[in-house]
């Protein structure tokens, strides 16, 4: 039952941002268009080696995509469960995923260096000449997966992706304003029919689409639980983001009384739940199979992740993602609390790039295999450097973060940022947790 | 059902005593509706009384607001168990697995070095899994065993259980229950407040 002691606003000054925000969407495209042209400068002018900067093209982009794919997990959640308290918080996570529409724009340059051949240094299984050149014996174990690992299968995979986020994504929104515009029970009911069904695609999407563009960068290793892995960087970087939004939007004076602490202590447990305990249960569940095993074809991809600073990085990582904000968060308080729960979030989407970093930055050395021991291996290797610091990083992740931040300000404008007629509103305003 | 998690303190007040009158648990005031109940809680709280709840079919929200009920200290010392849980599952396999320690405990005890699969004798990823089992199970007991004492249950008979009145508590009425004990329950000016909350009934309850 709502105990809505102020009533409900949902006049225009409350829920359409209008022409604000217009300064706010130019500068981000200007910040994203000048650091991406820097960053492609850095490599052009022969500062950063192409295969550096591809790389990090890579990894900033499965960060961003990673956003809009959380948020659009979150929608249908919603839908899938019938859940009634986010119906105020929904409209930003569905504009969020909508720009899956748009994201595989990022994928184009890595596909057009495929077909030129050029990725050899990135995806090794397109290259074979040159993996059997450098390591034959695990061009000899990649040799068996290139029926799934070949260049025609590798994109019309992708191209599957694009279109079910791209559909899904859009749909959401679409039904949702409909709903906005024409009130009614059907939308929702149509949208619970269909959230079942995004689920068990964007469960195959993500998993296939994580071996495809992370796993693969390491043709030899396979980790069932990879696609899970991914999972939960997407639940990070989507919750994160979805809480910054709509704490952005309150204070800068729009949803008020709309949105409160009951929902941010909602979206909190979210973050909490799949974005830290799942993702550190699920990166565990991994690192002790294949820990235990030890079999030299499993390990070598931890390992890569241990010598030199990346020890100090996968360290860091566990402590970052999962140790520090777990005993922050944990409590009810401070999901309560805006400023709390802002330091958490931005922290968390820190994190949450730190991993995808994690995933797709370190190569497995060639020779790891020929060592005696893990000493010998780690003393050889003492000198890697992971590159964190390097310019073209932070370039393209301001680059891309800023395009997506700017189309995504684009979009809140176009849209009521709460969805009008819902006939669960009244019962979402009036939510309250125990 | 909402109840006190965190008691008031007991005050004695001295009371004329009467052996011709029963000893009173206190008097009850039923309500129809979930808004009624809390408006009600509402006044009883700012008339100062301190023993007293309310009862209702089903949790209303809002209610312990307007009880003005104190968060419980429990999740705080659920944390703190749920760690020594892991800090316990920690010691004991290191220990075991370990160390080659004797330690008196009620016998002696003695640490087996085990060397598995070539693992260093202290490898904490193997341990993991129990320290997560044993926070979870410090963690749970905790809260169960914790949530039973804070209540007072088991209690298997209540004085309320006398008021036929009261069983539509389970069902589909509203209860705001002043208890005797409270210093500010006298009989005549307890029932004209409560009269003044405009119940569809009050009943005063014996011991």
Sequence with gaps: MSHAHVPIDLSDRNIELGSTGSVARLACFALGILALIAAILLAVTGNVEWPVFWRSWLQNWIFVLEISLGTLFFVFIQHLTKAGWSTVVRRPAEVL????????????????????????????????????????????????????????????????????????????????????????????????????????????????????????????????????????????????????????????????????????????????????????????????????????????????????????????????????PFVFLISRHPKRDWKTLMIAAVWMLFFGWFDVYWLVMPMIPHDLASFATYDAAAEAYASERTGIFRPVNWLLLVGMLSIFAGVTIGRLRSHPLVCRKDPWLDKSVGFENF | MSTLTTKPKKTKVAKPADPNRPHMYGMIAEFETPAQILKAAEKVRAEGYKWWDCCTPFPVHGLDKAMGIRQTILPIIVFFMGMSGTLTAFVLQAFTNATDWSVWAMVWVTGYPYLISGKPLLSTPAFIPVMFELTILFSALTTVGLMFAFNGLPQLYHPLFRSKRFRRASDDRFFVVIEARDPRYFKARTSEFLKSLDPVAIEEVED
């Excluded at chain 1, 025609?152 to 559909?167: D, G, K, S, T, V």
């Excluded at chain 1, 079942?196 to 964007?202: G, N, Y």
């Excluded at chain 1, 639940?235 to 709509?246: D, E, L």
């Excluded at chain 1, 729009?254 to 305990?277: C, P, S, W």
């Design chain 1, 97 to 324: 995923a909508s720009n899956l529409n748009w994201l595989w724009l990022g994928f184009v340059p890595i596909a057009v260096l495929i077909f030129m051949g050029d990725a050899g240094k990135l995806f090794p299984w397109t290259d074979m000449a040159m993996l059997a050149e450098e390591a034959p014996e695990e061009a000899h174990l990649v040799e068996g997966k290139l029926a799934f690992l070949n260049v025609p299968f590798f994109m019309i995979r992708a191209a599957i992706y694009f279109i079910i986020w791209a559909f899904l994504g859009t749909w959401f929104l679409r039904m949702s304003i409909r709903q906005g515009r024409d009130g009614g029970l059907a939308a929702t009911r149509t949208m619970q029919k269909m959230a079942p069904v995004a689920a068990i695609l964007f469960g195959l999407s993500v998993t296939f689409a994580a071996f495809d563009w992370m796993m693969s960068l390491s043709p030899a290793w396979f980790s069932t639980m990879f696609g899970v892995y991914a999972f939960c960087g997407t639940a990070t970087c989507g919750f994160s983001v979805m809480i910054i939004v709509c704490l952005l939007l309150q204070r800068n004076g729009y949803m008020v009384n709309l949105i409160t602490r009951e929902h941010y202590q909602d979206m909190g447990k979210f973050l909490f739940a799949f974005g830290m305990v799942f993702w550190a249960y699920i990166g565990f569940s991994q690192y002790m199979l294949i820990w235990y095993a030890n079999i030299p074809e499993e390990t070598g991809w931890f390992l890569a992740r241990q010598l030199g600073e990346w020890g100090w990085f996968s360290a860091w990582l566990l402590f970052g993602h999962f140790c520090i």
